[in-house]
């Protein structure tokens, strides 16, 4: 599977973006998509995931704020962020988790920057 981001920037405190994220390859046998950010010198933390079965599950700092959704037909994956605050800032990286009988497998797309400015 291969990912491919789109959508990071540099936006204001209280503004808006919207990331995407395609997936090619071997897609159907995709099962959870989602969205992990990273800052410098911590962990790569869960933003927001979707499940084929569109069960959604948030991190407790951006919900209420962002929202994810998926596209089956594109094989799409987006993350609508608003409200965004300067702590929003970091590298999010796209994420596909595909299965294959009892066989999961872990995809990463390249990251996207988005900086958000106070």
């Known amino acids: 599977v291969q990912l491919q981001a789109f959508g990071g920037g540099l936006v204001q405190a209280g503004g808006s973006l919207r990331l995407s994220c395609a997936a090619s390859?071997?897609?159907?046998?995709?099962?959870?998509m989602g969205w992990y950010r990273q800052v410098p010198g911590k962990q790569r933390d869960m933003v927001a995931t979707?499940?084929?079965?569109?069960?959604?599950n948030y991190a407790d700092p951006v919900k209420g704020r962002f929202t994810i959704s998926r596209d089956n037909a594109k094989n799409t994956v987006y993350l609508e962020m608003n409200s965004l605050k300067p702590e929003d800032t970091a590298v999010y990286y796209c994420?596909?988790?595909?299965?294959?009988?009892?066989?999961?497998?872990?995809?990463w797309g390249q990251g996207t920057l988005v900086t958000v400015s106070s």
């Open positions: 979707i499940t084929t079965g569109d069960n959604i």
């Open positions: 994420n596909v988790v595909t299965r294959t009988g009892l066989l999961f497998l872990n995809y």
């Open positions: 390859g071997s897609i159907f046998s995709i099962n959870v």
